[in-house]
Structure formats: structure tokens, C-alpha cells
């Protein structure tokens, strides 16, 4: 069973950035899509952005996209977050997710497309 470990959460200013990582332990990292989530306090749990096993193929949410930058690096098993642009509604606990199905062709956002999940950073953005 691979774990996932987020760090890199903090405070941060509205307009400021932050870049999360999520370390996965085993040797399958590089063949399974990753995600992210978030889960504002009072709401559910929702997508952000996912990249495809190749590290060639990303998808945003419309709330992120043009201020998020997902990526991974498959020497240091690790998939990271690029927040730039922050906004008071963009605090949230944020979750890193694997894939259920590995090589999947395309990419999913649905919740329960990801099998695994970390257990979560906070990220609080002061207006």
C-alpha cells in the first residue's frame, strides 16, 4: 500500500504563494495519474488538479487553473502544488491522492477514481 505525505501547508497573505509536495513511498509512483483536492471548512471535498503518469497531461479545476501549476518529479517520488495568487477562498486542507487504476489513459477527478490519499496539509490565505 503506497503512503502519501504532504508538507509545505502554512499562512500565507492573499496574493502570496505556496508550493505543496507529497513524498509516495514504493516504486509504482511514476505509472499512476496524482491528484489534488481541498476541503474548505463547512464544504466537501473537492478537485483541483491531476497530471497524468507521464507527467505530460494536467487538468484544473476553473477556481485554480491559471494560478496552480501541478507537477511531479519521479526521481524524488514526489508530486507538488504551485499556488501563486492566493486568495482568502482558496484556505483549505489540501489532500494528494494516487490513482486507483494504473496507466490510466486519461485523467479523472472524481473522488473515488483515487485510491489513496495523504493525510493533508493546511493552507490559510489572510485576506
Known amino acids: 500500500q503506497v503512503q502519501l505525505v504532504e508538507s509545505g501547508g502554512g499562512l500565507v497573505q492573499a496574493g502570496g504563494s505556496l508550493r505543496l509536495s507529497c513524498a509516495a513511498s514504493g516504486r509504482t509512483f511514476s505509472s499512476y495519474n496524482m491528484g489534488w483536492f481541498r476541503q474548505a471548512p463547512g464544504k466537501e471535498r473537492a478537485f483541483v488538479a491531476a497530471?497524468?503518469?507521464?507527467?505530460?497531461?494536467?487538468y484544473y479545476s476553473d477556481s485554480v487553473k491559471g494560478r496552480f501549476t501541478i507537477s511531479t518529479d519521479n526521481a524524488k517520488n514526489t508530486v507538488y502544488l504551485q499556488m501563486n495568487s492566493l486568495k482568502p477562498e482558496d484556505t483549505a486542507v489540501y489532500y494528494c491522492a494516487r490513482d486507483r487504476i494504473q496507466w490510466r489513459g486519461v485523467l479523472a477527478t472524481g473522488q473515488t477514481d483515487f485510491g489513496s490519499w495523504g493525510q493533508g496539509t493546511q493552507v490559510t490565505v489572510s485576506s
Open positions: 497530471i497524468d503518469w507521464r507527467g505530460r497531461s494536467t
